[in-house]
């Protein structure tokens, strides 16, 4: 039989990944990586039998999500006990680029390409771990489902909904509130 | 946009993902080649995509690197403290095949207590039979995991004495030995020179009898372990020894310098017995088993001992006994 495995080393591979996944969700760039780091030294310290052949991806994502929904509705609250602007305040999260204030030059791709991620900053945290484990990781519907804890349905109309939105703020077509 | 226009956009996304059925794909596909105004939603929806994936993309390029220091700071012991939390595993899910089934409170202690051994992020697995005791720990000089054992394997001889080089300090064993269900503590050291030599007392050490255990723990509750296959892979050594009484028996102790929580599997004439002992070491306590627990002849846990049993020992012996047992309408204590 094999040694039991050292999770945070078999982990390792996927930190950028799960760095990603953490970025989708609190938008934050320090953020992402002390919630990362977190969920490495959690998945550490689970006290569970090895278990030969699991990948270990998946437990470390449901680790990060769990950290970032946390996070997600602690500030919520501190911002509601602040009386704080709740409603831009999870755009202000989002390293937003002062040139996607610019007005578009949509031929320009790198420019179109800013317009985007600040698009990406006014979605909902949900929306955007979707859209990264689709378009940033190639995940299947169903691996979205399972990652998130979500159904298929819920991935498959919140994906599409995502990228109307994306496509409508880049284009400024239809800027509007996302409801969370 | 007419009203199949509208039905055709509202899947291009998941038609863009090729997460379509066939079917509908097809539809799709037939739908598009006659409208040109959804196809260039469609190529929207996809250059929006990519502009997602290239956002990604930056992100997971410009991702800081992982920073290694808790992983260093957790060089003295990790692999071993992972061995000891799926050493412990078994054994909890052993002791609660035993003790839900008879004695909740006696459960509820050896877990706490395995819990507490657990959270000081134990760094020596000491596992233990009736004539050999093994501890196992990780060694920041070689990087490897270091082990030895007190007890030849064969049971001819204590191994007392290491060399120079060895980083171990005495096997911080309190033992018993029981024969023939004679109550009472024995010390490790005496019940070794008692045993040592006696034929009838001989002793497996090594993969098969890790399995006795493994086995028990994995056929009824599906648990994954590591064998004793080798000097870096020890995580659950089980090493039965049989009396002259008939007894065969298996000790499995988990602990530091500091603690303990161990179970002794017994399989003797009247039943497969199972002693428990949680606690601290102390200079000269005795290994004082506490609750007992007899399973009962067609109890589950009974049968999976019988099961595994048979794979390990490949005897029918023993099974014989059980199965007289139950034919009895033996019922444990």
């Known amino acids: 039989m094999s040694p039991p495995r050292d999770d945070m080393e078999a982990a390792a591979p996927h930190w950028r990944e799960a760095f990603g996944l953490a970025w989708a969700f609190v938008g934050d760039r320090a953020r992402a990586e002390e919630l990362t780091q977190e969920a490495f030294v959690r998945l550490g310290s689970m006290r569970r039998a090895p278990d030969r052949g699991q990948p270990i991806a998946p437990l470390l994502f449901a680790i990060v999500r769990n950290l970032a929904l946390d996070e997600l509705r602690r500030r919520r609250h501190e911002s509601l006990d602040d009386d704080a602007h709740e409603q831009d305040s999870r755009a202000a999260r989002v390293e937003a680029d002062p040139a996607s204030s610019n007005p578009a030059h949509l031929a320009d791709r790198a420019e179109r390409r800013e317009r985007v991620r600040a698009a990406l900053a006014r979605l909902s945290p949900t929306s955007r771990a979707v859209l990264y484990l689709r378009d940033g990781l190639d995940y299947s519907y169903r691996q979205i489902a399972e990652t998130l804890e979500k159904s298929e349905d819920v991935v498959r109309v919140t994906l599409h909904r995502a990228r109307a939105r994306v496509r409508a703020w880049t284009e400024n077509l239809e800027p509007r509130g996302e409801s969370t | 946009m007419n009203e199949s226009c509208e039905h055709v956009r509202a899947q291009l996304s998941a038609y863009l993902d090729a997460e379509l059925a066939p079917a509908e794909a097809a539809t799709l596909d037939a739908h598009l080649a006659a409208c040109a105004a959804c196809r260039e939603e469609l190529a929207a929806l996809r250059l929006t995509s990519e502009d997602v994936r290239s956002v990604f993309a930056d992100v997971l390029e410009s991702a800081p690197a992982q920073r290694r220091e808790f992983a260093s700071a957790r060089r003295t012991s990790p692999r071993l403290v992972l061995l000891a939390v799926g050493a412990a595993a078994a054994l909890a899910l052993l002791l609660w ?175 497969l017995w199972v002693e428990v002992a949680v606690g601290e070491w102390t200079p000269d306590d005795a290994f004082g088993f506490g609750p007992r627990a007899v399973l009962g002849a067609g109890s589950p846990e009974l049968a999976v001992a019988r099961r595994a049993f048979a794979r390990w020992s490949g005897s029918e012996s023993e099974l014989e006994i059980l199965e007289s047992l139950e034919a009895l309408g033996y019922s444990g204590e």
């Open chain 2, 97 to 271: 095949a035993v003790f839900s089934t008879s004695n909740e409170r006696a459960w509820r202690n050896v877990r706490d207590s395995a819990s507490t051994l657990l959270a000081a992020d134990t760094t020596r697995l000491s596992i233990c039979g009736p004539l050999t005791c093994m501890d196992v720990a990780w060694d920041d000089a070689t990087g490897r995991f270091a082990w030895r054992v007190s007890g030849d394997a064969d049971g001819s001889e204590p191994r007392g004495a290491f060399d120079g080089t060895d980083v171990w300090v005495d096997v911080p064993f309190r033992g018993v030995v029981r024969e023939s269900g004679a109550p009472g503590p024995m010390w490790l050291p005496s019940a070794l020179e008692s045993a040592v030599g006696a034929e009838d007392a001989p002793v497996r050490f090594g993969p098969r009898a890790t399995r006795f255990l493994l086995d028990l723990a994995n056929g009824r509750f599906g648990v994954e372990s590591t064998s004793a296959s080798s000097e870096e892979r020890v995580a659950v050594l089980v090493v039965p020894g049989r009396g002259a009484s008939g007894w065969s028996r298996a000790h499995f102790v988990l602990g530091d310098d500091a603690a303990f929580a161990g179970a002794t599997l017994s399989l003797a004439p009247n039943g």
